[in-house]
């Protein structure tokens, strides 16, 4: 009894840990791959995760002399300053009407215009189509806004020529606040509804064809098929780029913006990024800039995960 029981006190019980060699084996069979992702994993860490370090300037009087460790702390100054001052109104105002604009104007109609394509018949009309609806997306931003103001020219612009053959003035459109979020908006879903289409197109040729052969069968026309196959099979990929879209929907883009902005349109134009360029880099207030993009980084935060939440509550697809 004594043997046992000493036997049983010099037993060490170890944990059941994985073998490391598990780990291994499959890194080592896909080091190729890892050695291609690392460039990429490099630069990401060199220009988005060292430098978000700089969020503390946000709450320090930063001087340049003295750097970002050695500027004295004033805590919640910048945030109150920018959220007491007429800017904050505008600029949020102005955010939040061209970013649900854009949502829901350039969201459905992707999608619409898959469903068109998906239900061409004539593969060389079918390809001509696509092509035409991708080019734009190719355009830079530069020429595109180029191209925009030379279009809305109201002396020398191409509609401004075509309406005078018939007697009409062509209205300045950019010198009126009202109207620039319609002309940014309808632009931009020129320039990239072709090419946000293809990541539905791809949903909807996924789509087993057996669905369709059980519709026709029952006698479904093709717009009942669409609303009953198509749309409901393709609503998953749909929340997850809505999830995606609403993530960022206060960052509304940048050089368009500034490049289609003067003086006459400021009030409509004025966005928290163009904001945050004119005091950061105009005025050189740095830590009062870096507050005001936090803010926007913090209130896109939430947005995205209240839409997650909502989504995955009434359509059980999320990205968590």
Not at 46 to 64: E, V
Not at 205 to 213: C, K, N, Q, R, V
């Amino acid at each position: 009894m004594k043997s046992t029981i000493a036997v049983e006190k010099n037993t060490q019980i170890t944990p059941d840990f994985p073998n490391k060699r598990n780990y291994l084996k499959p890194m080592k069979k896909s080091l190729p791959l890892y050695v291609l992702l690392l460039p990429t994993l490099i630069l990401l860490i060199c220009f988005t995760y060292i430098p978000m370090y700089g969020i503390i300037m946000a709450f320090k009087d930063y001087s340049p002399a003295l750097g970002i460790w050695n500027s004295p702390w004033v805590g919640m100054k910048h945030f109150i300053q920018y959220f007491h001052s007429y800017q904050f109104g505008l600029t949020l105002k102005n955010t939040l009407y061209i970013s649900l604009y854009s949502l829901f104007v350039g969201f459905p109609l992707p999608i619409a215009l898959a469903i068109l394509c998906n239900q061409m018949r004539i593969g060389m009309f079918k390809k001509f189509f696509q092509v035409t609806t991708y080019l734009p997306h190719f355009i830079s931003t530069m020429v595109m806004c180029g191209m925009i103001l030379i279009f809305l020219s109201p002396s020398t612009g191409l509609i401004a020529n075509i309406l005078s053959i018939f007697g009409m003035e062509m209205p300045n459109l950019l010198s009126k606040p009202t109207l620039f979020s319609s002309v940014y908006v309808w632009s931009d879903v020129w320039q990239h509804l072709g090419w946000d289409s293809i990541i539905f197109l791809a949903a909807l040729s996924a789509i087993d064809p057996t669905y369709y052969e059980a519709a026709t069968m029952d006698g479904a026309s093709r717009l009942q098929k669409i609303i009953h196959i198509d749309l409901p099979l393709i609503m998953p990929t749909a929340m997850i780029l809505l999830i995606l879209r609403a993530g960022s929907l206060l960052s509304v883009g940048f050089e368009k913006v500034l490049l289609l902005q003067n003086p006459l349109n400021l009030t409509g134009s004025e966005v928290i990024s163009t904001y945050v360029y004119k005091v950061g880099m105009q005025n050189f207030q740095y830590s009062l800039s870096t507050a005001i993009g936090l803010f926007n980084t913090v209130v896109n935060v939430i947005i995205l995960l209240l839409v997650n939440w909502l989504s995955k509550k009434l359509t059980k697809t999320s990205l968590l």
